[in-house]
């Protein structure tokens, strides 16, 4: 009896390590729903969310920098993937930051240049602006809470490194005794998390939105004799009708000139 109870507290124990959270960011697309629902349907908006996450970090040399349970704050911003502009990036284009961006790392160096954001979205050198916009900000709030300018800089993933779900990606670092720490990553997550939420849950996670202008499209569609129909091909009407339905528009074409010749 005791061998069986210690069994089980060590099953018990075993499954509850299994699902300690690695980041915060799924709790923001479980709930996309409901927060879309809070904002009347529209985008873009924003949440954010402060939470316990667990990593596999092994880092004897960094101290307590890296650690395996650490507080980690979250903001998701939603846009529009056709528009990633920013309604406010204009307040913000004039922001001087450092950045070390991709290509220079993968040409060897770590040579960093001091830029605009404003002329960083412009050059490409940052995806776009809402991207843009954050990474600005975030600067602003480390500057704001006392970190050194001189030892703040903001590197971009290389493509060996991005997430795989990520369009572009860019680390806050810090310098300190152990070298260049990152602090905050800001990432354009494009869509991937929505999309593979849906697909396995089969709930669909989409945002619609009324055109400002209807569009109008026009394509053959098919209009049925159900008399003549049924009269000549009898009990065959049903199957031809459903073959005939399945085409596509350039089959529908054909078949339309075919009658016309006879």
């Not at 996309?32 to 954010?48: D, H, K, M, T, W």
């Not at 996670?205 to 159900?226: G, S, T």
Request: net charge neutral; proline share 2%.
């Amino acid at each position: 009896m005791r061998q069986a109870c210690q069994s089980l507290f060590l099953c018990e124990v075993t499954l509850h390590l299994s699902y300690l959270r690695p980041e915060t960011a799924q709790g923001h697309f479980l709930n996309f729903s409901r927060l879309l629902e809070y904002n009347n349907g529209r985008i873009p908006f924003a949440s954010a969310q402060i939470g316990r996450s667990f990593r596999n970090e092994i880092s004897p040399r960094a101290g307590l920098l890296r650690v395996r349970e650490f507080t980690m704050a979250e903001i998701e911003h939603y846009v529009d993937p056709e528009n990633k502009n920013h309604e406010r990036f204009d307040e913000v284009r004039d922001v001087e930051i450092v950045l070390l961006d991709r290509h220079v790392q993968e040409g060897g160096s770590s040579e960093t240049k001091r830029m605009k954001v404003g002329d960083a979205v412009d050059q490409g050198t940052i995806a776009n602006q809402t991207l843009g916009y954050f990474v600005a900000r975030i600067h602003q709030f480390l500057l704001k809470i006392g970190i050194d300018a001189q030892r703040l800089r903001f590197r971009q993933h290389m493509a060996n490194e991005m997430a795989h779900y990520a369009a572009d990606c860019w680390d806050a670092e810090i310098q300190n005794s152990t070298g260049w720490t990152e602090c905050v990553g800001c990432a354009d997550r494009a869509a991937y998390d929505l999309s593979v939420h849906s697909a396995r849950t089969g709930h669909s996670l989409i945002v619609r939105q009324a055109l400002k202008n209807p569009v109008v499209v026009e394509k053959e569609a098919v209009e049925w004799n159900r008399k003549n129909l049924g009269r000549t091909f009898k009990q065959d009407a049903g199957i031809i009708q459903k073959i005939v339905e399945s085409l596509d528009e350039a089959a529908l074409v054909k078949i339309r000139g075919e009658l016309v010749q006879g």
